[in-house]
């Protein structure tokens, strides 16, 4: 037969594919098939004529495709029958047989179509987009996208902090260390520095808080750093050195950074990087040995163990040499009995769990030689037991001591201390003890809050001691983990959205079984069939889907009761599948941090007055707040009946009840020689805000503690002055007053001058109103300076707790505010006006907005 024939014995088959699909095909399989026969014609031998094998090979390729074309019309004739057809009726035309998803299930099952062209066509057998399904999903992204802003704005920005304008302290999966100062009379005694009173004037740290090094101090001078940890002292004089681990944002490795102290570790100064090499350098343990100043660090991606010599301390060091050709971890040594130990971890040993393995080396001088210890490893199986090293050994009372790290939930879970009761060139043996330094309470608010792998003590030429704890508010993997499950949610939404799609109507999912499993080529077999199992399994499970899809989407009627239900708890676990990917991935670690200033941290007491009524108000007041970072400790005036029992409280930080004679509003700011902070927190015991914004407000009044600084602003004007709320003075753009029932003050300044002589007219006047006492404090601050005296903070949100119960002190507002606008009056002829008012944002960082 001639090719000029070919295309009329392929016409009836170009009716029922649509011309584009069969001149595709058919220019495909003629191409394939006269190469394969002119191939056979150069191999087979010269019997065979050229003008007869190019027509045999047609002919018998179009029965072919004829029976298998038939075979598959008749059975998508079958699987797609109209409800009530008979399924011996004629095949009818493609277009009768379900319009729009025929054609995507034949093209996806034609053998000899090219693989690109089958896939693509395939995937709208799928899914069909419709306009419908397209307006559907469109509509849904954009209603996830409305809920993902709004939980963003109004929960997660409430709690995330402002990015930095300095590069470094970026999120690591290593975690975000810190380091911290503890004082003590013994290594068993110690207690953070702000238990001690230390104090920095030009920053308002009354008192320094821990932790008093944090990746800023190096990335503000030039080397932007993740974290710092593993400290170690080198105590020189009057001088402290702290050596450290300094992750480098550029490098993602570290380097041994170094900082100095001229005030027994209350403040550092970052000197610069002292030692830099091309693979990762930690745990700098630094030492000194015949007038030599030595550091021992790990870099076990180096596979030894190298220790260099001071060359110009403390910034310039040289390699004096390997001491050990083997990939030690955290190598600590000590003189003891006549020899120098060195206490590792190698990790690379077979059979060893990581994180449990110990190591004992011993020597004559800490240059080396190094011998192992016959016993060695002495642990290898149990991370929990504090087997890899924690710090630098250490000797009191003639007994030796070692720090190892508590693995067992995370890495780095906590400090262990080991007393040494054996040690010889044949024996090894320690037993637990207690380190004596309390556990925090705050969970992520606390700096070391999660864990604290570190230790490093050090006897100061006073015979007190000093040490210095690196800490981490997040578990080791914690950003990599957020960012996995804020994916996971985001997959979660989508695939839920399509399934509601499906079930409304507005996506339209078919499954054929035969879909993209024959072969591109007709010589050729696909993958799937060279794989039965795997080809069965995939034709169950799409099966499956199309029968379970259909009968889910038969059962459920949107029309009823049970369906509008289903649906709209759907529609729930769609929006929380949004708040959970937002959450994850733009919240931030969860922890509400204290903010440094003048690189230093402080802390506050929280005074609040209450009465027996207002208990249960008081409970959760105190179980909230003190989870705050710079709380300190809460002071409760309790004005009258039975005062409660401070063991009935859910608290983090120390809780104080001072129990008053006489129920006057006066004693919210009398004079306490008990608290220990300069920075006071009024704040009423019906007033809930984030800790987030409580840390902002003490932010802004370290940098101006002469000024009341608080959550609740007023503008207080006209002639005679008149109370009004905040809408007025939103409305004004301005306010001239700070309410003290949500405001931090400095505790000296303000409780003396309102206890004065100036001021007893006033604090009587407050008795007999029972009321404005706040309005009194502001007059006070007022009439005492020039300058500026009260600073706004917007908090994200607050919540008044007294609206739930009856036991409010003010309800009637229009007769509150009468008795405080006759406050003003007498006020104003007591101490003089008030000044004129501050304008709303106008701070930088826009928290007066």
Avoid at 42 to 60: I, K, R, Y
Wanted: glycine letters at 8%; aromatic letters at 12%; hydrophobic letters at 40%.
């Amino acid at each position: 037969m001639p090719p000029s024939q070919y295309p009329s014995m392929r016409e009836p088959i170009c009716k029922a594919e649509g011309r584009l699909s069969c001149s595709l095909s058919l220019s495909l399989s003629l191409s394939l098939s006269l190469s394969r026969a002119l191939t056979n014609l150069q191999t087979g031998g010269a019997s065979l004529s050229l003008s007869l094998s190019p027509s045999l090979f047609v002919s018998v390729f179009y029965s072919r495709f004829e029976v298998n074309r038939r075979r598959r019309l008749l059975l998508l004739h079958r699987h797609h029958l109209l409800p009530g057809q008979d399924a011996r009726a004629p095949i009818p035309e493609v277009g009768r047989i379900r319009a729009g998803n025929f054609r995507a299930v034949w093209d996806c099952g034609c053998g000899f179509m090219a693989p690109r062209i089958r896939w693509r066509l395939a995937a709208t057998g799928f899914l069909s987009c419709s306009p419908s399904a397209i307006s559907f999903l469109l509509s849904s992204l954009l209603a996830s996208g409305i809920v993902a802003v709004a939980f963003f704005l109004f929960v997660v920005s409430s709690s995330r902090r402002p990015v930095l304008a300095v590069d470094g302290c970026g999120p690591d999966s290593e975690g975000s260390w810190s380091i911290g100062v503890y004082y003590g009379s013994s290594p068993f005694s110690l207690s953070p520095i702000e238990l001690h009173g230390s104090n920095k004037s030009n920053n308002s740290a009354w008192p320094i808080a821990n932790p008093v090094l944090t990746c800023a101090s190096p990335s503000n001078a030039g080397y932007p750093t993740n974290f710092v940890a593993d400290p170690f002292l080198y105590v020189q004089d009057s001088i402290l050195y702290l050596f450290f681990e300094s992750k480098s944002t550029t490098m993602m490795k570290g380097n041994i950074g170094v900082a100095r102290s001229f005030d027994e570790g209350g403040t550092w100064e970052f000197l610069g990087i002292a030692l830099r090499e091309d693979w990762h350098l930690s745990y700098p343990f630094v030492f000194s040995y015949q007038n030599q100043i030595y550091m021992m660090p790990e870099g076990n991606r180096k596979g030894d163990l190298r220790l260099y010599r001071a060359v110009n301390f403390p910034l310039k060091w040289t390699l004096e040499k390997v001491l050990i050709r083997k990939p030690l971890i955290d190598a600590s040594l000590i003189q003891y009995e006549g020899y120098y130990w060195l206490f590792a971890s190698d990790f690379t040993r077979f059979g060893i769990e990581r994180n449990a393995e110990l190591e004992v080396w011993y020597s004559t001088s800490p240059l080396g030689p190094w011998k192992q210890h016959p016993r060695n490893p002495i642990y290898r199986a149990d991370k929990s037991l504090g087997a890899r090293n924690g710090g630098r050994p250490f000797i009191y009372e003639g007994s030796l001591y070692r720090l190892g790290q508590d693995c067992g939930q995370t890495y780095g879970r906590k400090v262990r201390v080991y007393k040494v009761e054996k040690l010889s060139k044949e024996e090894f043996k320690e037993v637990p003890v207690e380190l004596g330094i309390e556990e925090p309470k705050k969970d992520r608010n606390a700096w070391n809050g999660i864990r604290y792998h570190h230790l490093d003590m050090q006897q100061l030429p006073s015979g007190n001691w000093i040490a210095v704890m690196d800490g981490d508010r997040v578990p080791s993997g914690d950003s990599t983990m957020r960012f996995l499950l804020g994916c996971t949610f985001t997959l979660l939404l989508i695939l839920l959205i399509m399934f509601i799609g499906f079930l409304v109507g507005a996506v339209n999912c078919n499954f054929p079984p035969n879909c993209c499993m024959t072969s591109s080529r007709r010589n050729e077999t696909s993958w799937l069939r060279n794989h039965p199992y795997i080809n069965l399994r995939a034709r169950r499970y799409i099966s499956g889907m199309s029968r379970y899809g259909s009968s889910i989407r038969e059962r459920i009627n949107l029309k009823t009761c049970s369906g509008k239900l289903i649906l709209s708890f759907l529609a729930l676990v769609g929006i929380a599948f949004v708040c959970m990917s937002v959450h994850f991935l733009l919240g931030g670690n969860g922890a509400e941090e204290a903010y440094i200033f003048g690189g230093q941290y402080s802390q506050f007491t929280m005074v609040t007055m209450t009465y027996e009524a207002r208990l249960w108000n008081l409970k959760l007041y105190v179980k909230h707040y003190s989870r705050c970072e710079s709380v300190r400790e809460i002071l409760v005036v309790w004005n009258k009946g039975n005062p409660p029992k401070v063991d009935e409280f859910d608290s983090a930080v120390p809780v104080r009840i001072r129990v008053e004679e006489h129920n006057s509003l006066n004693n919210r700011f009398k004079v306490d020689p008990l608290i220990k902070t300069r920075a006071v927190l009024e704040l009423d015991d019906d007033i809930m805000m984030t800790c987030n914004d409580v840390e902002k407000g003490f932010r802004v009044w370290r940098e101006n503690p002469e000024r009341l600084v608080g959550f609740y602003p007023r503008l207080l004007d006209g002639s005679p002055p008149q109370y009004r709320n905040e809408r007025y003075a939103r409305g004004k753009n301005g306010y001239n007053v700070i309410l003290t029932g949500a405001a931090f003050m400095d505790s000296e300044y303000a409780f003396n001058k309102y206890w004065s002589e100036q001021a007893r007219e006033g604090r009587t006047f407050v008795d007999r109103s029972f009321n404005c006492e706040d309005l009194m404090m502001n007059f006070l601050y007022a009439n005492a300076s020039l300058g500026r005296t009260v600073e706004y903070v917007h908090p994200a949100w607050a919540i008044d707790t007294s609206k739930l119960s009856t036991a409010a002190i003010s309800r009637n507002t229009q007769v509150h505010y009468n008795i405080r606008t006759n406050c003003l009056s007498k006020f104003s002829a007591l101490y003089g006006p008030l000044p004129s008012k501050w304008e709303f944002a106008s701070r930088p960082d826009g928290w007066d907005r």
